[in-house]
């Protein structure tokens, strides 16, 4: 399906490429990763705080992607004043701007990059089979160029969790002696394994109508109130909007109603005060995005 040699179960996402990079990096070397990625700003500093590994940032752009430029100019050179470069990572689907989808082509290129320069090139894909639903190709396309991914069973795909890292045997040979020392290894893990399998082979199949929902969501949300989102921008399972400072109601008002009037549990985007965050998924069907934006329209109104 993925067109990799191995793969490994892990506990979460963040473990994974935690392992990851752990295997593609010593103590002290550098990886290049977008300044918005999950990596680096949701995952606790785990690469620095455990692997040692030093961060080097580049811009993430409202399309999801680094600049190829950015990314050639991130490249250290073999001096010693500076860490040595080990590795490029990329966030696909991109979910700190708004679950933005990156093709072949460009991952392609980066790919071409590491090559130049001897190194290793892994993909954050907790939402891969997103970003190739977007793109209109296999998730193996994708990361035909990859040596390493990990992607999420408990996101779009409903398993009740777990990650996958893949890659080639003798990666996953390594990961899984840095799985080990994380605490990651699991005795039981078949219980879990089972729900995955259902996860990749079913699960998959039916993102499109996800998709489909987020769209709905996103154009019943611009007939809200104090509400605004670019729907030009929604392009997976992602529903980003802002609450206005006319609003009636703050955001913690609104927080608090949503529940309790509602039932419906809704939070700022972690990070942002007026910034939402609505994912849509298998539980999430036409009826409910029209009575999540029913709710909205009353209590903006």
């Not at 100019?73 to 860490?83: C, E, L, S």
């Not at 154009?219 to 921008?233: A, C, M």
């Not at 609104?254 to 939402?276: A, E």
Request: glycine share 10%.
């Amino acid at each position: 399906m993925l067109g990799k040699e191995a793969g490994l179960f892990v506990t979460s996402g963040t473990q994974g490429n935690l392992v990851a990079l752990l295997v593609h990096c010593g103590r002290g070397d550098e990886v290049i990763l977008g300044d918005k990625a999950h990596t680096f700003v949701y995952e606790a500093g785990a690469i620095a705080a455990v692997g040692s590994i030093h961060p080097h940032t580049v811009p993430v752009h409202a399309d999801g992607k680094l600049n190829l430029s950015d990314i050639r100019r991130a490249v250290r050179g073999n001096n010693v004043h500076f860490p040595r470069t080990k590795l490029i990572s990329l966030e696909n689907t991109q979910g700190t701007v708004g679950g933005m989808p990156l093709g072949v082509e460009y991952t392609n290129s980066v790919a071409a990059i590491a090559r130049e320069h001897n190194l290793k090139l892994h993909i954050d894909g907790a939402r891969i089979f997103n970003a190739a639903v977007a793109e209109g190709v296999s998730a193996a396309d994708l990361i035909a160029q990859a040596d390493s991914m990990t992607f999420c069973l408990s996101k779009g795909l409903c398993a009740p969790v777990g990650s996958i890292l893949v890659g080639s045997r003798a990666f996953i040979d390594e990961a899984r002696r840095a799985r080990k020392m994380l605490g990651g290894g699991l005795r039981q893990v078949g219980i879990l394994a089972a729900a995955g399998l259902i996860a990749i082979h079913e699960m998959t199949k039916r993102l499109g109508e996800d998709h489909a929902n987020a769209c709905l969501l996103a154009e019943q949300l611009t007939t809200v109130p104090h509400l605004v989102l670019d729907i030009s921008r929604v392009k997976t399972n992602f529903v980003f909007f802002d609450l206005l400072d006319s609003a009636p109601v703050t955001p913690d008002e609104l927080v608090n109603r949503m529940q309790q009037d509602y039932n419906i549990m809704l939070r700022p985007y972690p990070g942002f005060q007026r910034t939402f965050r609505a994912v849509t998924h298998y539980w999430i069907t036409p009826e409910r995005v029209g009575q999540v934006t029913a709710a909205l329209r009353e209590i903006l109104a």
